[in-house]
């Protein structure tokens, strides 16, 4: 069966880092693009980060130059470096996997950056 874990979330303060991780099974992970999402309550749920097969990436604007996502084959996990957290990167951040015409979410992990 398919299974991506995220781990890592919890609270922290504004200024301060977080690093999530994603462990993937059951899929061919190194043909696999993977990405990063967050869902703030009510809103939807946008596009955080990504990286290709090749470890080409891609941020969104709000989160350029304070979070790297990266990915190591050989452990099947993708990581989401958070820095420098503000009140609104506040989320549930969510794994997906891209292969070939399939996707495959994860649970999601509570982010909370609060004083």
């Known amino acids: 069966q398919v299974q991506l874990v995220e781990s890592g979330g919890g609270l922290v303060q504004p200024g301060g880092s977080l690093r999530l991780s994603c462990a993937a099974s059951?899929?061919?992970?190194?043909?696999?693009?993977m990405g990063w999402y967050r869902q703030a309550p009510g809103k939807q749920r946008e596009l955080v980060a990504i990286?290709?097969?090749?470890?080409?990436?891609n941020y969104a604007d709000s989160v350029k130059g304070r979070f790297t996502i990266s990915r190591d084959n050989a452990k099947n996990t993708v990581y989401l470096q958070m820095n420098s957290l503000k009140p609104e990167d506040t989320a549930v951040y969510y794994c997906?996997?891209?292969?070939?015409?399939?996707?495959?979410w994860g649970q999601g992990t509570q982010v909370t950056v609060s004083s």
């Open positions: 997906k996997g891209t292969c070939m015409q399939y996707a495959y």
């Open positions: 059951g899929i061919f992970f190194s043909a696999c693009a």
């Open positions: 990286v290709t097969t090749i470890s080409s990436t």
